[in-house]
């Protein structure tokens, strides 16, 4: 009888398909950061870089095919950081090819300091491959830096006063208004003007404050702007009301899925009803408002058309 020698059943992991490779890797990597929505206080993970720079360094030290693949595939390579050392946002901006970048900028705490300080004078040259851009400051000086000059292909913007007391001398018109595809903003306490036509792609609009020094005018003219609008919080952010009960401006928002208004003022969460026609997708609504506006109970009827009630129910809160 003859004997056929043992035969290895499992084959080395560096001989499976290129393809086959990047895909483990990548699945062993932390989200992206397209994983993040500005909506409803859902921020970026501020820790992203650091915790992706570290597990993908550990990867890299597994063997040489390893190696090679991270170092030569651009995706493996999607932020910057003022967390993370600059010899790091070095290799990322080396390695990324020119690929889109998300761009990270914190210092909440004057007593910590970042890695990186420098960040914006090191990728100022790259501002055309900013994809996501997330600032979150205490120095209000830091957004002026930051957002006085275009960045052309950014998609998303996220911005964090930790206070938001302070108002800007000069404020600078967000990206010079340069920037066409921005599809998800959430601005928390940052006040500064953006040029309307900025936001005629805008998908998801998050706008906290106080301090936004926002006009009901202005609210509705950039509205009108943004026909693909798909989620909307508004909270504490528009401090002038001028249009009379009698005057109505219809704005459609035919995507809209998502609705919370939290302005507290009866005249603003009224002004904003009034203007906007009941969007035909409208799924979830979200109003607080103060307890004098509740004895009125047709605040709700006038605004959703018959059909739109019953799928609203159990999705639609209002609230003192």
């Known amino acids: 009888m003859e004997i056929c020698p043992p035969v290895e059943s499992l084959l080395p992991i560096d001989w499976l398909p290129l393809e086959a490779i990047i895909e483990i890797l990548r699945i062993s990597l932390p989200f992206e950061v397209e994983d993040y929505s500005p909506y409803s206080g859902q921020s970026p993970n501020w820790g992203f870089a650091r ?27 999607p932020a910057v950081s003022s967390q993370v050392p600059r ?56 957004f002026h830096n930051w957002l006085n000059a275009p ?11 930790c206070y938001g007391t302070e108002i800007m001398v000069n404020r600078p018109v967000l990206l010079r208004g340069k920037t066409k595809n921005v599809r998800e903003v959430s601005i928390v306490r940052v006040a500064l003007p953006w040029s309307v036509d900025m936001f005629s792609s805008l998908r998801v609009l998050n706008l906290r404050g106080p301090g936004l020094g926002i006009g009901m005018d202005y609210i509705l003219s950039f509205l009108s702007q943004s026909p693909s609008l798909e989620i909307l919080c508004l909270t504490h952010t528009v401090t002038q009301v001028w249009t009379p009960e009698t005057t109505r401006h219809p704005i459609k928002l035919p995507q809209l899925r998502t609705l919370e208004i939290s302005e507290g003022e009866e005249a603003v969460t009224r002004g904003l009803f009034r203007h906007i026609t009941p969007p035909p997708l409208l799924t979830c609504l979200r109003v607080h408002f103060l307890a004098l506006f509740m004895s009125n109970g047709r605040f709700g009827i006038d605004f959703l058309t018959p059909s739109q009630e019953p799928s609203l129910v159990g999705k639609s809160t209002f609230e003192e």
């Open 151 to 161: 960045a052309p292909n950014v998609e998303k913007i996220h911005l964090d006063h």
């Open 87 to 142: 010899q790091i946002n070095t290799t990322v901006l080396l390695r990324s090819s020119g690929r889109p970048l998300a761009v990270y900028y914190t210092d909440p705490d004057a007593s910590i300091k970042p890695d990186d300080p420098e960040l914006l004078e090191f990728m100022t040259p790259a501002r055309t491959s900013w994809k996501a851009l997330a600032i979150k400051s205490a120095e209000t000086m830091s």
């Open 51 to 77: 915790a992706y720079s570290r597990q993908l360094w550990d990867l890299r030290r597994v063997c040489k095919t390893w190696l090679s693949v991270i170092d030569g595939t651009p995706s493996f390579w």
